[in-house]
């Protein structure tokens, strides 16, 4: 195929490149939610919403239902199972439960988008 049009994205490379980030990232979203540490931190978060964007800015290939479903209930147990070992403000938390069930459905609705089609 090659290059299609004269947008960043419109080549193979770059498309391959992406794909690649989207792997890694994908990767450390596994190893990252066997870690309460990284759970009850932002990263793993920040990692999940990078991915997201991806996915719905640039037409990244976003994981399976299926595998963002299962990240959210890992997530979310592990969430409410320590974020009170952190001895959070009532209102810090309720937020931060919100972003955090607002980036999973971003995610999972690009998802049920893409992988839709594949049907």
């Not at 979203?29 to 964007?53: F, N, S, T, Y």
């Not at 409410?80 to 001895?87: L, V, W």
């Not at 403000?89 to 439960?97: I, N, S, T, V």
Request: hydrophobic letters at 40%; charged letters at 30%; one cysteine or more.
């Amino acid at each position: 195929m090659g290059t299609w049009g004269a947008g960043n994205f419109s080549d193979d490379n770059a498309l391959d490149w992406l794909g690649s980030l989207v792997d890694e990232l994908v990767a450390d979203i596994d190893k990252g939610m066997a870690r309460p540490e990284a759970i009850c931190g932002h990263w793993l978060a920040a990692q999940i919403e990078v991915l997201a964007l991806l996915c719905e800015q640039l037409n990244a290939v976003p994981p399976t239902p299926q595998e963002v479903t299962a990240w959210r209930k890992t997530y979310l147990q592990t969430w409410e199972a320590e974020i009170d070992d952190y001895d959070p403000d009532p209102e810090y938390k309720a937020k931060r439960r919100e972003v955090i069930d607002s980036t999973f459905a971003r995610l999972a609705a690009v998802a049920e988008r893409w992988h839709r089609h594949d049907d």
